[in-house]
């Protein structure tokens, strides 16, 4: 009779956030163009630059939407193999190399938008989103919100 208390008491507790725990959520790949809410699509330059663009064809747009746990992805440029990147004062980059700075949250909004926030960094105990502005520069993340438009990104298929 224990054991199956001690059995109920470890899914109810624990067992439903443990990684590994939905392999078949873990480990997806998307070739996606992200079209920013400000009418950009990020892409990352030769570079290593973050940006928007309004070339909808740019070979540089297509971004590999990789989840590496359940909610949690990686965006890797395919044309330059940059990953996108944020550093600790909440701006994005590219970089070569995956490091834990190139995680993300990703999370369907209501508008059917996506949104990603660093899963390293804060700003003053609040997350940090991936954002473009009007222009297609990067904002900072300490001065995004979830529910501001420039956050929003929505995954268009690569044809």
Same mark, same amino acid.
């Given at each position: 009779?224990?054991?199956?208390?001690?059995?109920?008491?470890?899914?109810?507790?624990?067992?439903?956030?443990?990684?590994?725990?939905?392999?078949?959520?873990?480990?997806?790949?998307?070739?996606?163009?992200?079209?920013?809410?400000?009418?950009?699509?990020?892409?990352v330059d030769p570079g290593g630059r973050v940006q928007g663009t309004r070339w909808r064809h740019g070979r540089d747009s =297509?971004?590999?939407? @990789?989840?590496? #746990?359940?909610?949690?992805?990686?965006?890797?440029? !395919?044309?330059?193999? %940059?990953? =996108?990147?944020?550093? @600790?004062?909440? #701006?994005?980059?590219?970089?070569?190399?995956?490091? !834990?700075?190139?995680? %993300?949250?990703?999370?369907?909004?209501?508008?059917?938008?996506?949104t990603y926030a660093s899963r390293r960094w804060r700003h003053q105990g609040r997350p940090m989103f991936l954002a473009l502005?009007?222009?297609?520069?990067?904002?900072?993340?300490?001065?995004?919100?979830?529910?501001?438009?420039?956050?929003?990104?929505?995954?268009?298929?690569?044809?």
């Amino acid at each position: 009779m224990s054991r199956l208390w001690l059995g109920l008491a470890w899914l109810l507790l624990g067992a439903a956030g443990t990684p590994g725990r939905y392999p078949h959520l873990e480990g997806d790949v998307r070739w996606r163009r992200l079209f920013s809410s400000t009418h950009f699509f990020l892409r990352v330059d030769p570079g290593g630059r973050v940006q928007g663009t309004r070339w909808r064809h740019g070979r540089d747009s =297509v971004v590999e939407i @990789r989840s590496v #746990r359940v909610g949690t992805v990686v965006l890797k440029a !395919v044309h330059t193999g %940059f990953y =996108v990147a944020m550093n @600790r004062r909440g #701006r994005l980059y590219g970089s070569r190399i995956y490091t !834990v700075d190139c995680r %993300f949250r990703e999370r369907i909004e209501e508008n059917g938008y996506n949104t990603y926030a660093s899963r390293r960094w804060r700003h003053q105990g609040r997350p940090m989103f991936l954002a473009l502005d009007g222009s297609g520069t990067p904002r900072r993340g300490g001065k995004t919100r979830r529910h501001h438009l420039s956050t929003h990104f929505l995954p268009v298929l690569v044809s």
